[in-house]
């Protein structure tokens, strides 16, 4: 029910139209069918929105094959797989971690430092010392695979990103449960081959990830800098505040960046958000971004409009 007032200045209690609803529902960066479905079957569950985006996440930092998040992850030019997370939930509350090493879980460890720490931020050494405290076990995150990318590398050294890199860089995961609780997190090994000690957008509050559960959320995938710098996120969900859709606040995002830098031609950024109705949208500047939705028991991967075509 929804209260509104009529010509008469009278209180007047109407009927929610249930065709407004469109949740619950999660939508993730790139084609991630199986952290969706994690995602969706922690909601069935009647888990909450955040810990569905972590069960939704987890699945991807364990995938080995995937050489973006969690073990497997691209290294830095020292061979250093480091991760990046960070989620946020319905009441504003936010957790990250930077930097960390050996832990195959960061968006959990994030989740921890948001739950159990007076901090938000925990960074590198500190951070890993932390999730060991908290269970987590040690283990080497440089596959073979990666390793032999690395190494590739070396031989020309050449730093600099790549479009669309296997697809796939960064998982950002938002969730909407039955109750139109929204949270979300977001999960990297950042660029690629980058300086030892480097931080992307990925888990920066209003940056790689903003939640407000009066208006709705965003998350961000691609060129960390770039993001960094417009603070997109959080102008995503402002702008869906001012009333523009999902859609519409994703692409403004991505013109504020195209609009500013002369060499948007050489990276990718990309949004996803949803609203408070559960609507989604996504945008990003060139093709080959994909996102997937799942809603309605149906687990589809989208193809957004982009400002570019390669």
């Given at each position: 029910?929804?209260?509104?007032?009529?010509?008469e200045k009278k209180t007047v209690i109407v009927a929610e139209d249930p065709s407004d609803k469109k949740y619950p529902v999660v939508i993730a960066t790139w084609d991630v069918k199986e952290s969706t479905a994690a995602a969706w079957q922690s909601l069935k569950e009647g888990k909450s929105a955040l810990q569905a985006v972590i069960d939704g996440c987890a699945v991807e930092e364990a995938n080995a094959?995937?050489?973006?998040?969690?073990?497997?992850?691209?290294?830095?030019?020292?061979?250093?797989?480091?991760?990046?997370?960070?989620?946020?939930n319905e009441h504003g509350d936010y957790g990250a971690v930077l930097c960390m090493e050996n832990i195959m879980h960061p968006i959990a460890v994030a989740k921890m430092v948001m739950e159990d720490t007076p901090h938000v931020i925990l960074a590198g050494v500190g951070a890993e010392q932390f999730a060991v405290s908290q269970g987590f076990k040690r283990e080497n995150l440089l596959t073979e695979a990666s390793k032999s990318g690395w190494e590739a590398w070396?031989?020309?050294?050449?730093?600099?990103?790549?479009?669309?890199?296997?697809?796939?860089?960064?998982?950002?995961?938002?969730?909407?449960?039955?109750n139109g609780v929204i949270s979300g997190g977001c999960t990297t090994s950042g660029l690629a081959f980058k300086m030892a000690g480097r931080?992307?957008?990925s888990a920066i509050i209003g940056a790689g990830l903003f939640v407000d559960n009066e208006v709705g959320a965003c998350t961000a995938t691609g060129l960390g800098e770039e993001v960094l710098k417009t603070v997109g996120s959080y102008l995503v969900v402002e702008l869906m505040r001012q009333g523009k859709s999902p859609q519409e606040a994703c692409k403004e995002a991505v013109m504020r960046i195209v609009n500013k830098s002369k060499n948007?031609?050489?990276?990718?950024?990309?949004?996803?958000a949803m609203n408070k109705k559960g609507e989604t949208g996504a945008y990003s500047i060139h093709d080959g971004f994909v996102a997937t939705v799942y809603r309605d028991g149906k687990n589809t991967t989208e193809v957004p409009e982009s400002y570019n075509s390669l």
């Open positions: 029910l929804i209260a509104c007032t009529d010509s094959d995937g050489q973006s998040v969690g073990v497997g992850g691209l290294p830095d030019r020292d061979g250093r797989v480091t991760l990046d997370a960070c989620v946020m070396k031989k020309t050294a050449e730093y600099k990103p790549i479009i669309n890199i296997e697809n796939h860089d960064t998982i950002g995961m938002l969730a909407m449960d039955k931080v992307g957008d948007y031609k050489d990276f990718q950024v990309a949004y996803i």
